[in-house]
């Protein structure tokens, strides 16, 4: 059965974080196909910090593909509309793993927000974010930059799974100031698109059924712009992977 999204609900994370009763209601909607978005988790200036390293790795490293397995280094690598992805997507996307070393200390600092991810898929709080892969899984911090002009990503759904019913993701571009157009949606069951950058901040972070038909509109269609001026929108998501070899777990489907 298909889930479609429902309403936009905004909330404080550290209200939620230490109230089960809050999580399995917050469960329950993210289930029947709710947008929850915790305001200002991480304060801008620092998003802005990561982003600017990020664009200077790019700019500065040459782009290569890793398979996810253990031990695997952390990489970035562009994707532009590659044959062989599940989900056709034009990208440059930056992965870091919990085994690695990182200047910013990144999976500290997403630790609270995989800890909700856990506890509304019903798993222990900690499950996955250890330095070692877990049941054929492993937690990947995977930033997404869309440049204007080009960048976007089909429609599509994630695998839901007993590893994850949603994929946090962090809003670090502003609609309206970094691009005007397009950007990330999900579908409603009239097929009305949830404009979901525009409902954020930088610093918020979305949590939504991966299952919800969703994808990124092409980012400002109009506008040209370089791979390398790193113009257009940035999001990190706080994936739970499965390993290369791991089969038990579906892949992500295209929906056009
Ligand atoms: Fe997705």
Same mark, same amino acid.
């Given at each position: 059965m298909t889930v479609f999204a429902r309403d936009i609900c905004y909330f404080n994370q550290e209200e939620v974080l230490d109230h089960p009763k809050k999580i399995s209601l917050m469960k329950e909607k993210i289930l029947a196909g709710d947008i929850y978005i915790a305001k200002r988790v991480y304060p801008p200036e620092m998003v802005l910090e990561i982003r600017d390293y990020l664009k200077r790795v790019g700019q500065n490293s040459l782009p290569n593909y890793h398979p996810i !397995? #253990?031990?695997?280094p952390n990489f970035h690598r562009m994707n532009i509309? $590659? #044959?062989?992805?599940y989900v056709k997507a034009c990208f440059h996307q930056f992965s870091f793993f919990p085994w690695n070393q990182d200047v910013f200390a990144l999976f500290d600092k997403a630790r609270d927000v995989y800890r909700i991810k856990n506890l509304i898929t019903g798993l222990? !709080?900690? +499950? *996955?974010?250890?330095?070692t892969p877990e049941e054929g899984c492993a937690a990947r911090l995977s930033f997404q930059f869309y440049p204007k002009g080009s960048g976007g990503m089909n429609k599509h759904s994630d695998p839901v799974d007993h590893h994850q019913i949603a994929v946090p993701m962090l809003i670090m571009s502003q609609k309206g +100031? /970094?691009?005007?157009k397009g950007g990330g949606f999900a579908e409603k069951e009239?097929?009305? +698109? %949830? $404009?979901v950058d525009a409902a954020c901040e930088i610093g918020d972070v979305v949590y939504f059924?991966?299952?919800?038909p969703h994808g990124v509109d092409? %980012?400002?269609?109009?506008t040209g712009s370089r791979?390398? /001026? *790193?113009e257009g929108r940035w999001i990190l998501l706080f994936a739970i992977n499965k390993l290369? $070899?791991?089969?038990?777990i579906a892949n992500a489907r295209e929906l056009i």
């Open positions: !397995e #253990e031990g695997a509309w $590659d #044959e062989r992805s222990p !709080e900690n +499950k *996955f974010i250890g330095r +100031k /970094d691009f005007m009239n097929g009305i +698109k %949830v $404009d059924n991966a299952q919800i092409i %980012v400002d269609p109009a791979w390398l /001026d *790193f290369a $070899d791991n089969t038990a």
